[in-house]
């Protein structure tokens, strides 16, 4: 008995350790605007079991997608020092058990979209590939942030296709809008490896344009990924409390852009985590509050 407490300790351990690497509190960003769609395509009749399988589905997507990030970023991750003390740099944590997390994600995640509808299924393969197909991309292309911004794009697609066995424009829409969002805040998160990856030849929009025109180029995307909001809205005929939302939310990311300086990094982290955590429960509350009240 007490092999096994010491077995099932060393496995949580892990898992905890797991769960930390991957910031699995960051599902968050995305996981709004799904939530978002699958109560627009319901029409507010959202069964129970669809909303915790739709939580599930990203949820293990975005597990097995920055778990193979992290995997096969390790070699880059240990010569980084921002990224040395990372769970997998430093030890804590073994490639091996990572793996195998990554792989159970994987299978999770096919298995949930089985659950939805034909269509659902047979395009989940499609989805993995771009959420893991990320991670790759920076070695090959200066346009990641286009790629990340596509792997949390498709989001609110999924779940739409998930709940109706189709697409929508409004649905097109929050995908445009977490596209924008996405690669511009991870314009302006990148500026924190900006020498690092010029150095070692890492390839991104922040190492092709420098760090001025980039914090510039993440103004364009967030201002385009507000008016997508506000299109959305309007051609979904939402209510007065869905464009107040939005109006917060352009004030939070004016607010962002004023946090970051090319000569003052300092606040990258308050800008990127903080503030776009904010903006997507905030988004979510008030789609909520005009859809009901």
């Known amino acids: 008995m007490a092999s096994l407490s010491l077995i099932q300790n060393r496995f949580f351990s892990k898992l905890l350790l797991t769960l930390k690497m991957i910031k699995v509190q960051h599902s ?7 939530l978002t769609s699958v109560l627009i395509a319901s029409n507010g009749n959202l069964q129970l079991l669809d909303l915790v399988m739709i939580v599930l589905a990203m949820v293990t997507a ?7 990030n992290r995997i096969v970023d390790l070699k880059i991750d240990k010569k980084n020092p921002r990224t040395a003390n990372r ?33 659902t ?10 959420v893991l197909g990320y991670s790759l991309t920076k070695r090959f292309t ?3 942030q286009f790629f990340l911004g596509l792997a949390l794009g498709i989001s609110p697609l999924a779940a739409w296709i998930a709940i109706t066995g ?8 929050l995908g445009v809008n977490l596209f924008f969002w996405v690669a511009g805040f991870d314009l302006i998160y990148s500026t924190l490896d900006y020498a690092y990856d010029k150095k070692n030849g890492l390839k991104n929009l922040v190492v092709k344009w420098g760090l001025k025109k ?14 997508s909001l506000v299109i959305a809205g309007i051609i979904q005929n939402l209510g007065l409390y869905y464009f107040i939302g939005c109006s917060i939310i352009g004030a939070l990311l004016y ?13 990258v982290n308050m800008a990127f985590f903080t503030l776009n955590g904010y903006i997507s429960l905030l988004f979510l509350i008030f789609v909520v509050i005009d859809f009901y009240i």
């Not at 189709?166 to 829409?173: C, E, I, K, N």
């Not at 852009?257 to 300092?266: E, G, I, Q, Y």
């Open 62 to 68: 975005r597990n097995a997608a920055m778990t193979f």
């Open 28 to 34: 968050i960003f995305a996981l709004p605007f799904a």
């Open 87 to 119: 769970e997998l740099p430093s030890g804590m944590l073994s490639k091996k058990f990572a793996t195998i997390f990554c792989l159970v994600n994987i299978i999770l995640f096919i298995a949930i979209s089985y659950y939805f509808n034909q269509l």
């Open 121 to 130: 299924f047979i395009l989940s393969p499609v989805a993995l590939m771009i």
């Open 142 to 144: 200066y346009y990641t």
């Open 214 to 227: 980039s914090l510039i180029l993440a103004r364009l995307f967030h201002f385009i990924s507000f008016l």
């Open 166 to 173: 189709q697409l929508s424009f409004f649905a097109v829409l």
């Open 255 to 267: 607010y962002e852009h004023r946090l970051v300086k090319p000569d003052d990094l300092s606040k």
